[in-house]
């Protein structure tokens, strides 16, 4: 299943689009962390450059910035 969103952060100054895709059961092999995600996808709401991408592996890696980092925690917490 597809899931798409925006997380707000910074009292709603700074958005974080997502788009995620989840199973109901998790996998060892192509699941983030051995879990429910196979793909996911951050960027800043109305930005083309992607901050996060994982496709069965990464391929750009979370990067070391506070906001990123909890709206990737955010994401795993939901959706993995």
Do not use: F
């Not at 962390?33 to 109305?46: M, P, T, V, W, Y």
């Amino acid at each position: 299943m597809w899931s798409k969103g925006t997380v707000w952060m910074n009292e709603g100054k700074d958005g974080y689009d997502y788009w995620v895709k989840h199973y109901e059961e998790p996998s060892e092999v192509y699941g983030l962390d051995a879990g429910h995600i196979s793909k996911l996808e951050i960027r800043r709401h109305g930005e083309l450059k992607t901050l996060v991408n994982y496709d069965r592996g990464w391929d750009v890696e979370v990067p070391d910035d506070a906001d990123v980092q909890a709206v990737y925690a955010l994401l795993l917490k939901k959706y993995n």
